[in-house]
């Protein structure tokens, strides 16, 4: 049996308990309420503008909770018993994140439909609305295998650290700046600077990409963001899954 | 040939050694008993096996080869803890983990079919996980290891936190299992069950296998019972002996060997009629069980007698059993609360 199937059956086997615990009803009901409060018909038809950047966020937001909710589902001793099997490590970490895939973009794919029967965007046709989902379906992704990354069974407790204090260093423009960043001895701040510009290039697909999905403008070099995301993806993924290889499996719990 | 070889293995937590330098040949088609006290590394030994860990030291080879993954497939595996998949029915929880082996169509419903039968589950087959007893879940639990039909199978306390009807259950079920001829490894720290199933015992202590011994030299006719008594003057000995084969006896015992209801009360009729005064009566004390006792008492004496540093370890043995024994206490909560809720 090739990976590829063992991963399917992985991530449908991981599909089917998150399923049955029931915690789907919480991506329902938020959605629900998204769908309420953001994008159902008010007095003042919706742009399509407005309908990417508000589903971006909150996807963004949902996929946080699903991916916590799914991978924790992972990192529990009754994993041994699928690990014990052929099933190897990369297959088990997949499947995980393609289940987590699987809740995210159909809960996307729900508040699209709910919107098509209900308040359709009038100025946005099929092509628009896939030129706007591209990027923030995979924006949704890597934000999943970035997820993956932070899991305590993937990384160790200093290198998941480590990673996170390197995303808030490239965050700290929008912290450090102004009075502070004035008053800081001009080395510290050039060096801050090179670091920040450095720290932040890999996250700029994500950005670029969400931009991207609001304006559904691929001119120029835009056209190459979502392949910049879906490497970002590939390689986050191979990080995770190497790391998981590599470490000695100690489930929580 | 040996199916697993362990050569010098050491392997430590956070600097707490917990094997130290265990070394272990468990040939083709035996059942080992691994004997241990919680805390010994009986799972963590297990779990190196399985490739889940990796020693920090030492050699393990699997069907003689170094490369674990490579005899995936050719393992079963009963872990210590109830701890699975328990929101499915057991059909469907024996055929996704049978996906999860390479099993497919055909192969694998008739796989899920025989494993059912076999280890008594026909009853209960589409019921939830969650609605079974703890000896159910561990008939599934020895049904999954057996689903790849594998060479060897690991079982790690198979009874631990069974009743007694439940552990009866397994340890028959596991009977059966061994007649299908695949070499079998478990960890137990019941003896009984070692007596039952093994044709070889080790016992694991203070991180190494301080002793080994074939079951079969350890065996004796069962139901000895041993009578002390006070004193004993020479004409009941005599009759005593007069009495039955069975009885052998010296100054202060009497052993019973096979002892039957009626020999025991003969014989005490006899001590009573002599005015012998009879100290106790109780049933002789198991070979394996005095095998235990003797290799550990052993390896105690021998460990006093050594350096500063062996006690030192030893103390952070005991921070680690604490450890264990504290996860288990509130392993065994959490699972009473599950199953009151």
């Not at chain 1, 896939?130 to 997820?147: Q, R, S």
């Not at chain 1, 912290?175 to 996250?203: F, K, Y």
């Not at chain 2, 009495?243 to 096979?258: F, G, K, M, Y």
Request: proline fraction near 5%; charged fraction near 15%.
């Amino acid at each position: 049996m090739n990976a590829l199937v063992r991963t399917f059956w992985f991530a449908v086997f991981t599909l089917d308990e998150y399923l049955r615990s029931g915690r789907i009803m919480v991506e329902l009901a938020a959605t629900a309420v998204a769908y309420y409060l953001f994008f159902r018909r008010w007095t003042t038809p919706m742009t399509p503008d407005y309908f990417f950047s508000t589903a971006g966020l909150f996807m963004l937001g949902l996929t946080v909770y699903t991916g916590s909710s799914i991978l924790a589902l992972g990192d529990r001793p009754a994993g041994y018993v699928a690990l014990a099997r052929r099933l190897g490590r990369g297959p088990y970490l997949m499947g995980l994140y393609l289940a987590v895939l699987a809740v995210s973009w159909g809960m996307y794919g729900a508040v699209c439909l709910l919107v098509a029967f209900t308040n359709p965007l009038r100025s946005l046709d099929f092509i628009g609305w896939v030129l706007g989902t591209i990027p923030l379906l995979l924006n949704l992704a890597l934000l999943a295998a970035f997820l993956a990354l932070l899991t305590p069974m993937v990384l160790p407790a200093p290198w998941r650290l480590a990673v996170l204090a390197l995303v808030a260093l490239a965050f700290s423009g929008s912290l450090i700046g102004g009075a502070t960043m004035s008053s800081l001895p001009e080395s510290v701040a050039i060096a801050l600077d090179v670091m920040r510009t450095i720290l932040s290039a890999p996250l700029l697909p994500a950005f670029t990409g969400f931009a991207i999905s609001v304006s559904r403008d691929y001119s120029g070099a835009s056209a190459v963001v979502p392949v910049a995301q879906l490497f970002l993806v590939i390689g986050l993924l191979a990080f995770a899954v190497y790391s998981f290889a590599k470490r000695e499996i100690v489930f929580s719990g | 040939m040996d199916v697993i070889e362990l050569d010098e293995v050491h392997k430590s937590y956070d600097g707490i050694p917990v094997l130290r330098g265990v070394s272990l040949r468990v040939p083709q088609g035996i059942v080992y008993g691994m004997l241990g006290p919680h805390g010994a590394g009986k799972t963590t030994l297990i779990h190196l096996l399985l490739g889940f860990l990796r020693p920090d030291r030492g050699v393990i080879r699997m069907f003689g080869s170094n490369n674990l993954h490579q005899v995936d497939g050719r393992v079963g595996y009963v872990p210590e803890r109830l701890r699975y998949h328990n929101r499915y029915t057991v059909r469907e929880y024996l055929w996704y983990l049978g996906r999860f082996s390479g099993l497919s169509g055909a192969t694998l419903r008739r796989r899920v079919d025989a494993e059912i039968s076999a280890c008594g589950l026909t009853s209960v087959a589409n019921r939830p996980m969650s609605a079974l007893s703890r000896g159910m879940v561990q008939r599934v639990g020895i049904a999954q290891a057996l689903l790849s039909e594998p060479d060897l199978l690991l079982i790690d306390e198979p009874t631990a936190s069974l009743d007694p009807e439940g552990q009866q259950d397994v340890i028959e079920l596991l009977a059966a299992v061994r007649r299908r001829g695949c070499t079998i490894l478990m960890a137990t720290h019941f003896l009984d069950e070692a007596d039952l199933l093994c044709d070889r015992i080790g016992i694991l202590h203070g991180g190494r296998i301080i002793a080994e011994a074939d079951t079969c030299t350890l065996q004796r006719p069962a139901g000895s019972v041993v009578i002390t008594v006070a004193d004993m003057p020479a004409a009941a000995k005599s009759a005593l002996t007069a009495l039955s084969p069975a009885v052998q006896c010296n100054r202060h015992e009497i052993t019973l060997t096979p002892n039957t209801p009626e020999l025991q009360a003969q014989v005490v009729r006899l001590l009573l009629d002599h005015g012998v005064t009879i100290m106790t009566l109780a049933p002789q004390r198991h070979p394996i069980e005095e095998f235990y006792l003797a290799a550990v008492s052993g390896h105690a004496k021998r460990d006093r007698s050594s350096e500063a540093p062996t006690s030192r370890l030893q103390g952070s043995e005991d921070v680690l059993l604490h450890e264990l024994l504290r996860q288990e206490e509130q392993q065994t909560s959490e699972d009473q609360r599950s199953k009151h809720l």
